[in-house]
């Protein structure tokens, strides 16, 4: 049978207010309570200490999820996929020359070595991958892109590509 009740409890008496000691932190003179306790039944005035402090944390615990739900639900810093769209700039290169940026082009399935190849015979110039989804075309074919990778890559209309002009230095 249930061995997880201790009934009868033995309770103790407060030897400064004669309360039972769970009653002590209600009687004016507690700290002398404690006192008393503590020389007295220190093993019983630890439990109540312990007690305290729990119902301490649960409060501080039970204020954080206050602050927190407060500030309303924090959005996910992960980047959502947005609408799939290339990207074309022009960047200063040099005192004349200017280079073309091409990101994007992998959101659509585009192997960027191929592109890059591509771009290079078509354009009759140096092309580059330069970072995890960009292609630098060495001279100003920005116009031309807008005509040259629909043909190329008819699932991408010229609507998703977007002109971000020129590059500030
Ligand atoms: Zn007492």
Known sequence: MG???RFPLVVHYCGNCSLPIEYCEYHPEHDKCKQWLEKNLPDEFEKILNVNDQLDEEGAEEKKRQK????GVVKSRKKEEGPKVVNISRAPRGKKKSVTVVQGLSSFDIDLKVACKFFGTKFACGSSVTGDDEIV???????????????????IDEDFIE???DQKR
């Open 137 to 155: 075309i060495q001279g100003d074919v920005k116009d031309e892109l807008f005509d040259v990778i629909p043909e190329k890559w008819p699932a």
């Open 163 to 165: 002109d971000l002009g």
């Open 3 to 5: 061995t997880t009740a």
């Open 68 to 71: 927190r739900g407060g500030k």
